[in-house]
């Protein structure tokens, strides 16, 4: 079987918590981003969370998970790269994921280790903070990649999160030289700001010599960039990727290909929950580009649906709310 879209990325286990700052503050936590803890760590924010709040949603996650379902949703056939282990875990991630029309290795699933969680935290302002261990993500490795699927795709999607593992570079090592040798696109997203800052150096290679696609938040591309100037960040991401897809919050998003502009206006609504909003803003815009649509109806679609998962608790859209987007912006154009 061929894929439009191979996606390599963490696999965790979601669930998202609606908590004020007050909580994040006293358990000294740094708000608006993803922090990387231990199993006894995560225990026990789990336990002071369910003595005050209740979990709001449980989902398959990971970035990349994120952004290959909703692509998935759109109609396009996807295939996701992964490690989980045989626990309970486990089993409810692949089933989530298989349910949402991707594929996944045959062998990733293993026997030794823990499934990797993340506690999602959102705050009254939408405001998403993660804290995440890792489990048996952490490990995943060349061994986990199908490259006959790979081989059959026509973009390779690599999520950023992947940079703070030695062995997951590795991974995208070798499906980026087999992409490149197959003329197969690569796309690539920072994922969050936390990797910029803490995590450059493990970034810097798997762009290796650069990538046909960048994906990032304004907040990213500057610190990437070390400028508070978003057109001097912009410059300066064009070194790494030929096309930028930029999102900018409730200023919609910045498409720069070969340094030609396009300014993809927001979609005005209530912001609920950040979570998952660029990620849905990737799936959609490869989609777009595997329909060969223009780069400005790529953008459309990708805000639309962004803004949409923006509008409601948790990282996904139901699969009829997908099409039923898709419809809508098909129809304007």
Request: aromatic share 8%; with cysteine.
């Amino acid at each position: 079987m061929s894929f439009d879209l191979y996606a390599i990325g963490n696999a965790l286990v979601d669930s998202e918590y609606v908590v004020n700052d007050a909580f994040l503050a006293n358990q000294s936590i740094t708000k608006g981003q993803m922090t990387l803890i231990d199993q006894a760590q995560q225990q026990g924010l789990i336990n002071a969370l369910q003595t005050e709040f209740t979990c709001a949603k449980r989902a398959s996650g990971g970035s990349a998970a994120n952004s290959v379902i909703a692509f998935a949703a759109l109609g396009g056939s996807a295939f996701y790269a992964c490690k989980v282990a045989k626990d309970d875990n486990g089993d409810f991630y692949l089933q989530d994921l298989r349910a949402a029309g991707v594929s996944a290795p045959h062998h990733a699933q293993v026997e030794q280790g823990i499934t990797g969680t993340c506690v999602v935290m959102v705050t009254p302002d939408s405001e998403r903070t993660m804290h995440t261990f890792l489990g048996i993500t952490a490990e995943l490795s060349p061994q986990e990649l199908d490259l006959d699927a790979l081989n059959q795709a026509r973009y390779l999607y690599i999520e950023g999160y992947l940079a703070t593992s030695p062995s997951a570079r590795h991974a995208v090592a070798a499906a980026r030289a087999l992409a490149k040798s197959q003329n197969i696109k690569t796309a690539l997203t920072f994922s969050d700001p936390a990797m910029v800052q803490y995590a450059r150096d493990g970034l810097t290679e798997m762009l290796a010599d650069g990538v046909d696609i960048l994906f990032c938040n304004e907040h990213e591309a500057k610190l990437w960039a070390n400028t508070d100037n978003l057109q001097q960040a912009i410059n300066d991401l064009h070194q790494l990727s030929p096309l930028l897809a930029i999102t900018c919050g409730s200023n919609g998003a910045i498409i720069s290909n070969k340094g030609q502009q396009i300014n993809i206006a927001p979609f005005p609504i209530t912001a609920l929950d950040s979570n998952g909003a660029g990620d849905a803003f990737a799936g959609a815009f490869l989609y777009g580009l595997s329909q060969n649509w223009s780069l400005a109806d790529c953008g459309r679609l990708a805000s639309w649906i962004s803004a949409q998962v923006v509008s409601q608790f948790g990282p996904r859209l139901k699969t009829e709310q997908y099409q039923q987007l898709l419809k809508e912006t098909i129809i304007q154009q």
